[in-house]
Nanobody, 114 residues
Framework: QVHLVESGGGLVQPGGSLRLSCAASTTIFSAILDWYRQAPGKQRELVAT???????DYADSVKGRFTISTDNAKNTVYLQMNSLKPEATAVYYCHVRYILYDYWGQGTQVTVSS
């Protein structure tokens, strides 16, 4: 069992920035790591992915503003979110995919509002 603890969410004004963190209880260097988000009344959507080799992919809605990264020494994946828009308001979840298993974090709330 892998435990994921997310942090960094909160209330931010439009145009502001937040950095989300997801700390894993075990090594993540061989895993595919994702950030998802789910807004009220909407389906969960994939926001960003980073592969073990460091390749990244982003939803069109966040390209150029969000950056996913990892610190394997700390078993942590990050999501740097800049130029935030109100439509980014959602619960953000980290997702860790190993060959046989995958795990979800508990989610962290991000609210973008003036």
């Amino acid at each position: 069992q892998v435990h994921l603890v997310e942090s960094g969410g909160g209330l931010v004004q439009p145009g502001g920035s937040l950095r989300l963190s997801c700390a894993a209880s075990t090594t993540i260097f061989s895993a595919i790591l994702d950030w998802y988000r789910q807004a009220p009344g909407k389906q969960r959507e994939l926001v960003a992915t980073i592969s073990p080799g460091g390749s990244t992919d982003y939803a069109d809605s966040v390209k150029g503003r969000f950056t996913i990264s990892t610190d394997n020494a700390k078993n942590t994946v990050y999501l740097q979110m800049n130029s935030l828009k109100p439509e980014a308001t959602a619960v953000y979840y980290c997702h860790v995919r190993y060959i046989l298993y995958d795990y979800w974090g508990q989610g962290t709330q991000v609210t973008v509002s003036s």
